[in-house]
């Protein structure tokens, strides 16, 4: 089936140093990939979208390449902010079905 | 406006209560959810309505009970809940067809006593 795996363990990082959450993907076909951000005590927000292979995704200084070959959507920033400190969530979507396949997410933390 | 709106933000409630959670949108939508949501984990999927109908139920005890009186409205009628169905419940909604992302509310809080 559709399944996304993400990094183990939370992410804790410095002021301004550089961020990257890995998120692999597998699927029957070629899916929509999404990364959602959680801020504590809200719901999910859209943080960027691809919807085919070479795509990236961009919102906030945050980036996300879709690979087909390495079936991979990281999650990249170059200079994190205490406000980046959320819980991010990568997504696939095949087929329109309606159905999102979430990774388990991972808590980032940055520290001032 | 690209928001989903809930209320209450927090509920709670007995187990032998009977509550709602009400969601709307106004960004003309077809496609509506409900996630239950544990702490640190993803949501969980339980329903989906397009275009008003009922199209995914994933198993959820007849407990949980959708309800979708218009396309810009969703309702989730609680009854006979259990400790366990304390979580975090998210509405999202989504245009129909592929490649659509879902926009979320900021979900309502429940807790059963």
């Known amino acids: 089936g559709n399944s996304v795996t993400q990094m183990e363990g939370p992410v804790t990082l410095s002021e301004e140093a550089f961020l990257t959450i890995n998120c692999t993907y597998t699927?029957?076909?070629?899916?929509?990939l999404f990364w959602y951000v959680q801020y504590p005590g809200e719901g999910l927000q859209l943080l960027l979208k691809a919807t085919k292979a070479d795509d990236k995704g961009s919102n906030k200084g945050f980036e996300a390449t879709y690979r087909k070959e390495t079936t991979s959507f990281h999650l990249e920033k170059g200079s994190v902010q205490v406000s980046d400190s959320a819980v991010y969530f990568c997504a696939l979507e095949l087929g329109g079905n309606n159905r999102l396949a979430f990774g388990k997410g991972n808590q980032v933390v940055v520290i001032p | 406006d690209t928001e989903v709106t809930q209320t209450p933000k927090h509920l709670v409630m007995g187990m032998t209560n009977k509550k709602s959670l009400k969601c709307e949108q106004h960004m003309g939508h077809r496609a509506m959810y409900w996630y239950k949501q544990k702490a640190k984990k993803p949501p969980e999927l339980m329903f989906v309505?397009?275009?008003?109908?009922?199209?995914i139920n994933e198993s959820v005890p007849s407990r949980f009970s959708p309800e979708c009186p218009n396309s810009s409205l969703l309702n989730l009628h609680l009854h006979a809940l259990q400790p366990e169905d304390s979580a975090l419940y998210l509405c999202?909604?989504?245009?129909?067809?592929?490649?659509?992302?879902?926009?979320f509310g900021p979900g309502t809080r429940l807790t059963v006593t």
């Open positions: 309505y397009s275009y008003e109908k009922l199209s």
């Open positions: 999202a909604s989504s245009h129909e067809g592929d490649s659509y992302e879902q926009y």
């Open positions: 699927a029957t076909g070629y899916p929509s």
